[in-house]
């Protein structure tokens, strides 16, 4: 009996390195994915035109992922103003391809698809517009 646990013991003490990694890298993932939906989220609300607000979004959720090092085989960043009126919301939903091709050992999909989606408000007191020059306080 002893032998035998002697020789499986290191198999299966790899194997749940195997899966703790593999889900470590998962939950990794899905809380870089959250911050930059965040991120973007916010981005987006400080922003004065919808066309703006995309970009700004989708410029964010790329340099969040890229700064964490995460990289997505495909990743798509949706925007949703609602007109940019004080007090309404900014939705963003960023989903990432996340590539898990070097877990394939344990039969893990070579890659999953991971969304997140954020919600920030606008604030209520901004102006429409941003013609303050020549006014004195």
């Not at 939950?27 to 607000?53: F, L, Y």
């Amino acid at each position: 009996m002893a032998v035998e646990v002697t020789i499986v013991a290191p198999f299966l003490i790899m194997l749940l390195v195997f899966v703790g990694v593999v889900i470590h890298r998962g939950v990794d993932a899905r809380i870089r994915i959250d911050d930059a939906a965040h991120q973007a989220a916010r981005a987006a609300s400080i922003e004065r035109t919808p066309a703006a607000a995309t970009s700004a979004a989708q410029a964010t959720a790329v340099n969040t992922l890229s700064s964490a090092g995460l990289a997505c085989r495909s990743l798509s960043v949706m925007t949703s103003t609602g007109g940019l009126r004080p007090g309404g919301m900014v939705t963003v939903t960023v989903s990432c391809d996340v590539d898990f091709g070097d877990a394939l050992i344990l039969g893990v999909p070579g890659d999953k698809t991971l969304s997140a989606t954020s919600v920030e408000p606008i604030d209520v007191w901004r102006s429409g517009t941003t013609t303050t020059a020549g006014r004195s306080s």
